[in-house]
């Protein structure tokens, strides 16, 4: 249940006990006051009889001498010369007013005088009053419980904005100022504010940092390229061999820094096309094998081929990043396995760190010190072009050990090869 379902129905529960305490606060009141008024006019009647009783000996309408129903509380309180009412139970509930008349000697009278009348529990006047009650309370409560509705959807949408403000900002998107900068003055006003101030310090920084690593890398393209051809006319063979090799890997990285900022610019976009997965797969494991430094590399497929629509040079980009570091940081043999649109890549070394895994790789961090060094882009890129895929990039410990890279690509179609 939401906040305001719970806060419709807090206010609505608490609405409905003060009405029940309400209701029964009135109808013992209104209990009370009929008793009470139900005993002046019976000892009223009990005067008015008296009065005649005593002026001519006779009983007015409805009186009594020595009744011998009267209620034992009352024969007690006329036997010590008093007076009194008194309201009867059972199966004929009754109000009663008695007196003493004459003189029986010693101080006490010689006879009751009483007069009653049927005190019935279901009186028609406080049926209709609890019915009154009954209908107002429901009543009550159900424009209680709406009014807190309304009001509580209000506070809830305040509340889903910041939230969707906070997802966006994690989600590496612009927040929605205008739905952030509220104007009240309660808290949740002051919370959309400050997730408003939070979400454009984190924008400005997050572009400075993206502006800042195209800058770098822009800058250091020009002056890598002039390195490379200069170390081309350096006259000793090994040092030119040294010189190749550290610019090349100068070369890749600031290429890497590169492709890294696109991402994170958002700009690229997927050229897809139709293709075979497990022969696409194969292709890219020749040409890395090619290339060097991927080796013992076994391709499987398990299940019928399919076809999927996919950018084939940003699968390859994938898989070339993980087959290097499967290649660098494991241990042979390397397989690579394709079940359907999902394709794994595992090797036999230490595996990746437990916290790559639960958060996934991040630039300039490489991984556990036992899988080796690197600047640590190459998983960063893996995971940044599978995401322009519409794919998912799981990293794990396979379950023989070592490493396990999952590439799940958007099923969109996947179908049989003819013929298959």
Known sequence: MGIRGRIALAISGMTALAVVVLGFAVHHIADAERERSARAYQDDRLSSALMVYEKDRTLALGAQLDDTSLPLPLREAVFKNRSGTYVSGGDDPRVWAATGVGDGGGGRPQQSLSVSAAYPDDDPAQVALDRA?????????????????????????????????????????????????????????ELGRSVHHMATSLAARVQAEREFTADVAHELRTPVAGLVAAAELLPQPRAVE??????QAMRRLVEDLLE??????????ADLDACELPSLVRGIVRRAARQGGVEEVSVTVEGEPVIVETDRRRVERVLVNLLANAAKHGKPPIEVVVQGTRIVVRDHGPGYPAELCAEGPRRFRTAAPERGTGHGLGLTIAAGQAEVLGARLDFGAAATGGAEAVLELPDRPAMPLPGE
């Open 133 to 189: 009650l009954l209908i107002a309370g429901c009543g009550t409560v159900a424009l209680i419980a709406a009014g807190s509705w309304f009001v509580s959807q209000r506070l809830s949408r305040r509340l889903r904005l910041s939230a969707a403000a906070a997802r966006r900002i994690a989600a590496g998107e612009p927040p929605d100022a205008e739905a952030l900068a509220s104007k009240g003055r309660d808290e949740v006003a």
């Open 260 to 269: 890294v900022s696109r991402l994170d610019a958002g700009v690229e976009r």
């Open 242 to 247: 040294m010189v190749q090799d550290r610019a």
